[in-house]
């Protein structure tokens, strides 16, 4: 049994002042005298004040985000085996990762050598971030291995042209594709590159975690329908990439925020979900600290349209 997770990234791109004292010439008669003393003019100096320029901050990260309050997601609701492994997965309690990552550049890539050295810094950076989670709860995170592509290639979860990750049941194949064609998309959304990076490796979070197998093998024995499985999957990886952006120092601005909505407003079709479900999943991701808040599986399928 093989599956392969892809996120179509092709087809998504979203004073100073003068203090004087002027005083006035003045005459003192001393008592008893008779020749008046004359006090010479005291001038002070004039002092100019240089002007103290605070620098302009420019909210970055979580200070970008509006107010907002969410709903409390509901409660596994289910005994079967699939289910139990998918709505109360070993990694839910433990907070969404913190990164030390390497900031998309402000307009382009230099060469696709400076593209392949920050997709490859990013993903390990992910790496690094997600291991400590999975350190919490006993289990081994291994890095996959990331290759650049152009065009289709045949993988062993089949074809893909996308920026995409492929993990194969037995682990054995666990990679990341990243296709040369993401570096050109930083127009319509400034952050995208680091966006299919953390998502795609989120992906393979859910492949390390069982949560990949446990759709997919709820999806073959006809419990959810597959699309559904798909849309839950895809989900739920976008909504921790939302958190991990604006926690992470990449220097994410209200101009990417304002990007990023417009982008979630999209509809993005049956694999990755309606404009409603994205909104909702991804914007939600921005505020949850913890895995948890992205637990697609406890709600009912209008949740995940």
């Known amino acids: 049994m093989v599956l392969a997770v892809a996120l179509l990234v092709g087809a998504l791109g979203f004073a100073a002042f003068v203090l004087t004292r002027d005083r006035s010439p003045s005459a003192s008669t001393t008592p008893g005298g008779t020749?008046?003393?004359t006090t010479p003019d005291v001038t002070t100096p004039q002092v100019t004040t240089p002007e103290v320029t605070t620098p302009a901050t420019t909210p970055t990260g979580l200070a970008v985000l509006p107010q907002r309050s969410w709903d409390t997601l509901p409660r596994p609701n289910s005994t079967e085996a699939y289910w139990v492994q998918l709505q109360q997965n070993s990694l839910y309690p433990q907070p969404v990762p913190t990164f030390t990552c390497p900031e998309v550049p402000e307009v382009e890539f230099e060469s696709e050598t400076h593209f392949e050295t920050f997709m490859s810094e990013t993903i390990a950076c992910q790496h690094a971030g997600w291991q400590t989670a999975f350190e919490a709860i006993g289990k081994p995170l291994v890095m996959p291995k990331v290759s650049f592509i152009r065009g289709a290639v045949q993988t062993p979860c089949g074809q893909g042209d996308t920026t995409f990750y492929c993990g194969t049941?037995?682990?054995?194949?666990t990679q990341i594709y990243v296709n040369y064609s993401t570096m050109d998309e930083?127009?319509?959304f400034r952050q995208m590159p680091f966006f299919a990076a953390a998502h795609e490796f989120a992906h393979h979070v859910q492949h390390q975690s069982g949560?990949?197998?446990n759709g997919s093998a709820l999806a073959h024995e006809g419990g959810i329908d597959d699309m559904e499985r798909s849309r839950r999957i895809e989900l739920q990886a976008s909504c921790w990439t939302s958190r991990?952006?604006?926690t992470t120092d990449i220097g994410f601005n209200d101009s990417d925020y304002s990007q990023y909505i417009a982008w979630t407003e999209r509809d993005l079709g049956e694999v990755h979900g309606s404009a409603k479900s994205n909104q909702y999943w991804w914007q939600r991701g921005f505020y949850m600290d913890q895995v948890s808040g992205?637990?697609?599986?406890t709600v009912t399928p209008d949740m995940v349209t």
Do not use: F, Q, S
């Open 169 to 173: 049941w037995d682990g054995e194949h």
């Open 244 to 246: 991990i952006m604006v």
């Open 186 to 188: 930083l127009a319509g």
């Open 35 to 37: 020749t008046p003393i």
């Open 211 to 213: 949560l990949l197998w």
């Open 294 to 297: 992205c637990n697609t599986w």
